[in-house]
């Protein structure tokens, strides 16, 4: 298979790349970044690209997968509007490029709780990005909606010390529903739901993505 990867800088995307190339199911690894990366293997294609001009790149996306896990903070893009452009507009044309390239599985972060309805930013903006994407109609998408991520190294404070808290309430019986999932694990199952031969639409939450992550794909 070739893999599509968006957002492959990030705690996900740096995990789902690695693991994308040291699964032998993937002959080829396309991604699409800002900045080059440092990384070597030969079937890695590094696409550096200015996603604010879509008609330059988008006639590279072509594979059988497209990976979607970009994505940024109020603090780190500095305004609302900031944040949409990456979180939306530039995910929202990668899958549109997808689309009109005949990529026929989509697989999407979004984020628990996103509702196009919501009256929280974040989780509205999610919400829409859900149903922008789920209107291209691919021929198979999945939605995978985690809580807190749990990233390696991770230097966002409030991140670290919320996890804490949770887990430290997990061990107690409490707040299962917001346990926090490393990243990798998220990558194994993004991965994992990328083998299963399916069509339509599915909406993977966090106790789900879990188990997605331990599934043994038969590919006889």
Not at 23 to 49: C, G, S, T
Request: a positive charge.
């Amino acid at each position: 298979m070739k893999a599509l990867v968006i957002g492959a800088t990030g705690a996900t995307g740096k995990d789902l790349v690695k693991q994308l190339l040291n699964d032998k199911a993937f002959d080829e690894v396309d991604i699409f970044v800002r900045k080059p990366v440092d990384i070597q293997n030969d079937r890695l294609k590094v696409h550096v690209v200015n996603f604010e001009t879509p008609e330059e790149w988008k006639e590279m996306v072509k594979g059988d997968v497209a990976f979607s896990c970009l994505g940024t903070t109020l603090k780190d893009a500095g305004s609302k509007e900031a944040q949409k452009k990456v979180d939306f507009d530039y995910q929202y044309e990668f899958a549109k490029a997808a689309k009109e390239n005949e990529v026929e599985d989509y697989i999407l972060v979004s984020a628990y709780g996103a509702n196009p309805h919501s009256k929280i930013f974040y989780s509205k903006m999610k919400g829409e990005l859900e149903e922008a994407v789920k209107q291209l109609h691919f021929n198979k998408i999945t939605i995978f909606k985690p809580g807190m991520l749990e990233r390696k190294d991770s230097a966002r404070t409030g991140e670290v010390l919320g996890s804490r808290i949770i887990k430290f309430a997990n061990k107690l019986g409490l707040l299962e529903s917001q346990k926090p999932l490393p990243t990798a694990i998220l990558a194994k199952a993004m991965i994992n739901s990328s083998k299963i031969k399916s069509n339509g639409y599915s909406s993977i939450k966090l106790g789900n993505i879990f188990c997605f992550a331990e599934k043994v794909i038969d590919h006889s």
